[in-house]
């Protein structure tokens, strides 16, 4: 088993949460941070986003940009986008827009009440395949033992707890240790037996919502107009489109999340602020500038169910 590395003792005010290296070799780390940013400002993506801009490789070599560039082209073709528009984007443009880095989020167990309300997700570098990163064993072992059978993390991964009770207005970060990242304690096992991990929803043992989840993974999504924005939604998820112009960064855009309630400015201006059109899981919430579009996509905590308005 490999070496722990254990952080100095929290406070009250602070949660733990644990780093597992891509290199086999390295030891999980425990790791803390603070509590007070709460639901809106929750230091646990900030932390991820930050370190994993740091990591991105800056040095550049002219010949490997250049078939980086054509590598995208190539893939976002296969994926459906319209040539044209691809190669009227020069090859600075695509690589910045392609290394820009954001947080994937894994849900590794679902806040139901089997589950006292309580999540566990694993945050990794979403441009991690791209970047070349190694496959990390250990992180996608237990992404795989969680209900995520495919799962091929890359890079490094970061695995936190929180609470997340809609009805009694609760969200809050708490404790995940090591020894639970290295299933030492049996939370996986008591989330499927229980009905919150994944793997019961996809076998139809965790109840309506988890449920609804796995029935709308590949229902078609339906595309409607909103006051200054475009969005679409299927079953399992809300995405909400602003156009906002060349020259915007990730800088420039403040986004805040709530159970049922979102707020977006772009340099200054409120583009939206109001209730949902349902409630969503904030760790399956999103945001993103892809080219000249801010995207914010919502993860519904209601599986299975049409919401038919973004914002009230």
Known sequence: MAELIESSSTTSSDFKYVKIPSDPNLPIEQLSASKAGGL?????????K???TSTTNTQTDPEQDKAM???IRA???KAGANPAQLSAVNDAALLALHNST?????CLTLPVAANSKTGV???TDDKGRGKGLGTNVRASELART????DADIKGDAFVS???DDEEGDVWERVDFEVKEAQGETGWTEIGKGRGGSLSNVMQGGGGAMEMGRAQGQNAPDVVRKGDGYEWTENPEEVEIRWGVGGGVKGRDVKVKFGARKLKVEVRGEVKVEGELGGAVVIDECTWCVEGEELVVTLGKREGGTMWGVAVK
């Open 40 to 48: 809106q400002n929750d230091e646990m993506i900030k932390l991820a």
């Open 50 to 52: 930050q370190y994993f």
């Open 69 to 71: 560039a054509a590598s």
């Open 75 to 77: 893939e976002a073709i």
């Open 102 to 106: 954001t947080c994937e989020i894994t």
């Open 121 to 123: 997700s694993m945050y």
């Open 146 to 149: 969680c209900g995520n059978p």
């Open 161 to 163: 707890r929180y609470i």
